[in-house]
């Protein structure tokens, strides 16, 4: 399979708790977003990087969430300090920067976050 | 307002049935549309992509209408595996950050 990768597909974690989510974009892609989608909503941006550079950070992203592409190829998303409010999916997708024009973007199958 | 409105539904609608989603944008300097299929519990997909007025493949008609920042997506001979929430997506970034709208959800019955 070599479309978009994540990892845990699930996640279960007490209050209080760390996690990392980790994705693995398409091979050839440089630029890799996170969002998160909550239940009767569509996705919101979170965060993106193009290679390993992140360019931007929504507001959503508080202190507490740090995410990190060392080598400009795989990404994780860490939550600190987990809330119940950051139970969502957490949705990672790929694109191929061209010169001009859309670039379709890929997504990964999320990581569903329960926090207890 | 939301950057980007659409009806919640759900869209009950017959096998073959016509049926049109609209939704609303509020940043007039976007450029492109898209139109994304999401399946209960899975991830987005893109299903059509507007860069003018319009866009048709084979039973999906998508149009767009500038002047009232509205785009509609128009499913003929409708399937029951076009049962899904379709996701309504004005890219308003540079280096396309993607603003969802929260979906239409569409059933289409026996």
């Known amino acids: 399979d070599t479309g978009v990768s994540q990892n845990p597909r699930h996640k279960i974690t007490k209050r209080g708790q760390n996690v990392t989510f980790r994705c693995d974009p398409i091979s050839e892609h440089n630029r890799l977003y996170w969002y998160r989608q909550t239940l009767g909503q569509g996705p919101e941006f979170l965060t993106y990087?193009?290679?390993?550079?992140?360019?931007?950070k929504s507001r959503l992203l508080s202190d507490r969430f740090s995410a990190e592409r060392p080598k400009g190829s795989f990404s994780t998303l860490e939550i600190q300090r987990t809330e119940q409010g950051d139970s969502a999916m957490y949705l990672c997708?790929?694109?191929?920067?061209?010169?001009?024009?859309?670039?379709?973007?890929?997504f990964g199958p999320g990581t569903r976050l329960t926090v207890l | 307002r939301k950057e980007v409105e659409q009806d919640p539904g759900p869209f009950n609608v017959p096998e073959g049935a016509t049926v049109a989603f609209n939704c609303t944008y509020s940043n007039s300097a976007s450029q492109s549309f898209f139109w994304y299929r999401q399946d209960c519990r899975k991830e987005p997909k893109l299903l059509m992509s507007v860069y003018s007025s319009g866009n048709e493949d084979g039973r999906f008609t998508a149009q767009l209408n500038r002047a009232s920042q509205y785009i509609s997506l128009l499913i003929r001979d409708s399937k029951l595996s076009d049962s899904a929430t379709y996701l309504c997506?004005?890219?308003?970034?540079?280096?396309?950050?993607?603003?969802f709208g929260a979906g239409t959800r569409l059933a289409v019955h026996p």
């Open positions: 997506v004005p890219n308003s970034g540079g280096y396309n950050k993607l603003i």
């Open positions: 990087f193009q290679n390993e550079a992140q360019l931007e």
């Open positions: 997708a790929s694109s191929l920067s061209l010169a001009s024009s859309y670039n379709e973007q890929f």
